[in-house]
């Protein structure tokens, strides 16, 4: 049986840094020790306000990251221009709004159709793999093979957040499902937002998904425990 690959979101070392403005813990350690630990890539979201990752974090992580880095980034001009600059191996475009404390929900693909196409190609003509955040919604999938990109990353967001069993077996359903539309239509799977050690095990069983895209909880308890420990243990779960 083939288990997805981990890739690991490291914003939230840079959350700990920023938070007293200084120079440590750095995102660009973390990433080496989750490779190190076997991780399959690296992610970081560098956001219009800059609240996590700097500019300085994805350069050096361009230079450092052994594996794959995907840099996750709103349909913006100033976007598109940084990442076609630091040429990362994947782009994930993310809807992105200033109050929120993390992304909360997948890229209205079907509704902005015209400005998400234009982004996938000039991304893709740069030389970049484009992936899209999406809901777990056939509409969306639907609009995503339409934009041209080769992946989509279904958001696992209500699914972590179910508060009773019902809802969880119907939101694992909704990824299910996305997940086997995506891969008919000729795309590749990979799936985040909200995973942890204790959910993660049904969404890394969905036979589609690739790649899971884990960040959050892998820091929370590489606080307590290490990075490298923190993500052999997720690695582990994956592989049950």
């Keep these: 049986m083939n288990h997805p690959r981990l890739a690991v979101n490291v914003d939230h070392i840079a959350t700990i840094r ?10 660009v350690a973390a990433a080496v020790v989750a490779e190190l630990a076997g991780a399959s890539g690296i992610i970081v979201h560098l956001r219009e306000d800059r609240r996590h990752v700097q500019d300085r974090d994805l350069r050096l992580l361009r230079e450092v990251v052994q ?29 992105e709004r200033r109050e929120e404390l993390t992304t909360e ?33 056939p509409v969306q999938v639907e609009a995503a093979r339409r934009a041209g990109a080769p992946w989509v990353e279904i958001h696992t967001g209500r699914y972590a957040e179910a508060r009773t069993e019902l809802h969880r077996q119907q939101t694992l359903l909704q990824i299910m499902e996305a997940a086997r539309l995506a891969r008919d239509l000729g795309l590749r799977v990979g799936a985040g937002h909200g995973l942890n050690y204790r959910n993660v095990t049904h969404v890394a069983a969905i036979p589609e998904v690739e790649e899971l895209n884990i960040g959050h909880s892998i820091v929370a308890r590489a606080a307590l425990v290490g990075m490298d420990r923190a993500v052999r243990e997720m690695l582990d779960l994956i592989r049950e």
């Design 105 to 137: 929900g997948g890229l209205d693909v079907a509704g902005h159709e015209e400005r998400i196409n234009e982004v996938v190609r000039v991304l893709t003509e740069g030389g970049i793999r484009v992936s899209l955040f999406i809901d777990p919604d």
């Design 18 to 27: 920023q938070a007293r403005g200084g120079a440590e813990p750095d995102p």
């Design 67 to 95: 594996t794959q880095l995907n840099l996750e980034m709103a349909a913006t001009d100033e976007m598109v221009k940084i990442a076609l600059e630091v040429l990362p191996d994947i782009a994930t475009l993310v809807p």
